[in-house]
């Protein structure tokens, strides 16, 4: 994801949601999705292509599942290519503020996935295994199932002003997987984000040692071309 750098169309829902007030596009992804500030991200609007819609209703339904047990953001209407939910309060840990304190950032990352492996229920879980986790019969033996963020970058944390962990975003790849499936992508995600190395950082707040294999083993099928 990154920040349009350049001035982005205000869909029709969008205006509409807003009520007229100010509304600013913050985030754009590879898919041509665009995530628009309701206010001061009192609310937030993110809007697919129709090809990609369908990506919001089950984000929009792991939202609400997960809202149950750990912060998300609530959902407050959908409707086909978008998603309309409340702010949590908090910056992303890619914030100016924290990538000038990348192991302050690190750490609350590795705090909050802690928190959510923690929290989230892997027996109740209605999902099935992130997208991108394609395991095969004899590959890796997992360490710890449990329910996976799916895609635990370092925009996807928010963090106070203090430096805490506040809540999680983008949860639309949520998932019952290995834990190192989430601790690979989030410790490679700090050398995109971030100077220098952290991700001891972000695995002594996880409460873990690294290991290194299964770390080599995520990351490759996060790298791994989709097939077809």
Sequence with gaps: MTVPTAPVPVPDVVDALSGGRLVTAVWKNELGGVTFAIGAGD???KTYPAEHAALLTDEAVRLRWAGQYIAVPPVLGE????????????RSAVDPVWTDDP????????????????ALPVADCPFGRPSWVCDEPGGTAPDLLVVCHGDP????????????????VDIGDLGVADRWADLAIATMSLDWNYPGNYEAALLDAYGVTRDAERIDHYRGLWDAPEPG
């Design 79 to 90: 409707g086909a290519g978008w998603l309309h939910t409340a702010g949590l309060p908090g």
């Design 43 to 45: 609310e937030y609007v």
């Design 103 to 118: 192991e302050t950032a690190a750490r609350a990352i590795g705090t909050g996935l802690r928190a959510m492996h923690d």
């Design 153 to 168: 970058c370092a925009p996807n944390t928010l963090m106070s002003a203090d430096g805490a962990f506040v809540g999680h």
